[in-house]
């Protein structure tokens, strides 16, 4: 956060598992008791983001060959922004070649998800989140051209401490151990994260919470476990969430009076 700041915006990052949408929720309930209308709470989740955009690049691939359908595709405003930059339009060129090769039928896929951890992908999965970085940025920009005391902005985003600097960033941690328990007894998540074990779902998430490390070292060189990108971090481990939240909230609120006074010495 800087002296730019103008308005309320809460930037949340979190290990895999470490109760980031629930935390969110709960802080959106705090909010509402605080006197904020719902209307004048924005959450933004760049996961969601990603999911719908990964879903409209498998939707052209598949109708690559169709022109009726290319050129209805080609009015997305995601789509186009993919089509403006060679090196984005040659990276979509790479991926249908490696489909080809690896005779991956997309018609008989039933689920994204069956897609999104494929190599073949990888290229497309960084110009995704490069796209949405940009937009994440962007948005930040325009919350802040003027001031709105009565609106709170919460970005469930890995990046967004380094996308909008001017938010008050937040890094949700968990215990091995716990995190694998939570995503072991969590039924409400898809099949492809229901284990057997608990040992085997803490070895999962053990596997992406590294993956997510040296994913974001190798796109942006920046290291999402450096205690440095953020004002606040929080083991979330053996705390309630009634208490992870207020706990947000209040360091939110004393950071953002202390800078403002700040501004106001100099």
């Known amino acids: 956060m800087n002296n730019e700041i103008k308005n309320r915006i809460i930037a949340i990052s979190g290990e895999p598992v470490s109760g980031k949408g629930t935390t969110i929720k709960k802080i959106v309930e705090e909010l ?40 209805e595709l080609s009015k997305n405003e995601e789509l186009r922004k993919v089509f403006e930059f060679q090196e984005f339009r040659d ?35 960084d110009v995704i989140d490069k ?40 890094r949700l941690i968990a215990n091995s151990k716990v995190a694998g328990e939570r995503l072991f007894n969590d039924k409400t998540r898809g099949k492809e994260d229901r284990y057997d074990t ?11 919470r590294i993956a997510e490390i040296e994913r974001y070292k190798e796109i942006y060189g920046i290291d999402i476990e450096d205690e440095e990108n953020y004002d606040l971090i929080i083991d979330t481990s053996f705390l309630s969430v009634d208490y992870i939240a207020k706990s947000i909230l209040e360091a939110e609120r004393k950071y953002r009076s202390d800078i403002m006074q700040e501004g106001e010495v100099h």
């Open 32 to 71: 509402k008791k605080d006197g904020y209308s719902e209307e004048k709470i924005h959450i933004i989740t760049t996961g969601q983001q990603f999911r719908e955009f990964f879903e409209k690049i498998i939707e052209l691939i598949r109708n690559i060959d169709d022109p009726q359908k290319m050129d």
């Open 198 to 208: 608990v040992e085997e779902a803490e070895r999962a998430r053990e596997e992406r």
């Open 131 to 170: 796209l949405i970085d940009g937009n994440t940025k962007a948005m930040g920009q325009r919350i802040n051209e003027q001031e709105r005391p009565n609106e709170v902005w919460i970005f469930d985003s890995r990046m967004a401490f380094n996308s909008i600097p001017e938010a008050f960033s937040v």
């Open 91 to 125: 990276i979509l060129t790479r991926t249908i070649t490696k489909i080809k090769n690896s005779n991956i039928n997309l018609d008989n896929v039933s689920k994204i998800a069956e897609l999104n951890d494929s190599e073949v992908f990888d290229e497309i999965r």
